[in-house]
C-alpha cells in the first residue's frame, strides 16, 4: 500500500484468541489498521506485537469486559482516537453455556446475554457515528448455527445468539439508508478453546477452523460488485446438510 493511502480502521471483539484473532490477522493482511478488544490485556498485546512486527498495519489493543456497559462507548472512542477513523466493525467476543436450563441461574443467563447480545447491540451504536463518516462501512456479527437452531443444554448460549441474528436483521435494515452494509457469520462447531468445553463429543479434525471464519471476512470485506451478501451460515462437513 502506497504511503500517502489513508488505511481503513477495524475493530474486533474477542480478538484475544479463537475466532477473533484469526479474523486479526486476516483483516492486517488485508491493511486495515486494528483496535482490538478482549478482557486478556497480555494476550492482547502479545497479539498485537505478532501482528504489528508482520507487516506495515498498527495494533492498538483495548482491555475491556464485555460485560460492564462502559466499555461499549470506550472501545470505540480509544480506537478513533488512535486512528481518527472507523470502517469495519466485527462483533466477535462471545461465551458459550452448558447444562440444562433447569440449572441456569439469573446471573449466569445475565452474563451470557451481556456478553453476546447486549454487547454487540451498543457497541453497534457508538460506532454508528463514525461508520457513517466511512467510505466503505461494516459491520460484521459473528452468531453461530444455534442463532437458527437449539442444541440440548446450550439453552442460554442459543438463546443469546437468537438475539443476535434477530438485532442483525433489523440492524442491516436500519442502516441500509447510510450505505453501512451488515453481515451476518453463523458458523458450526470451530476448533477453539469454547468448543472443547462446549462439545469434547465432535472429533478434533470434524472442526471447522479459525481461519475458515476470517477467510470468509476477508471475502466479505473485499468482494467487488454491487450484491450484497446478508449472511453465511457454514456448518461442519459431518453434520446433516440445511439442518
Ligand atoms: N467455537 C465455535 O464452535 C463457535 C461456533 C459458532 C460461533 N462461535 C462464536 O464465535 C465467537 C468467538 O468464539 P471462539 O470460538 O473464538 O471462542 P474463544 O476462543 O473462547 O474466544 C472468545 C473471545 O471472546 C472474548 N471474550 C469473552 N468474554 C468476554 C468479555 N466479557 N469481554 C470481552 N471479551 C470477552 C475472549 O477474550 P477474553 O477471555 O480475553 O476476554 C476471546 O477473545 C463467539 O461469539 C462464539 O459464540 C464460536
Redo the contacts with the bound molecule.
Sequence with gaps: MAETTKRMTALV?????????AIARELADIGYNLAL????EG??KQAAAEIEAAGAVKVKPIA????NEE?YGRIVKETAAAFGTLDLLVN?????QQGSFTDVEPAEWDRIF???AK?PFFICKEALPWLKQSQKPIIIN?????GFKGYINQSV?SSS?HALTGFTKVLAKEVQPFGIRVHLI??????????KK??PDIKPEE??Q?EE?AEIVRFLVTRKGTGTIDQFYLRRYSSLAFD
Design positions: 471483539t474477542g480478538a484475544s484468541r479463537g475466532i477473533g484473532l478488544v478482549a478482557r486478556s494476550a492482547l475491556a469486559d464485555l460485560s466499555s466477535c467476543a462471545g461465551l458459550a451481556a456478553v453476546n454487547a459473528i452468531a453461530s448455527v444455534v448460549y445468539k453463523s458458523p458450526g462447531g470451530v476448533a477453539t478453546e469454547m468448543v462446549m462439545r472442526l471447522l479459525p471464519i
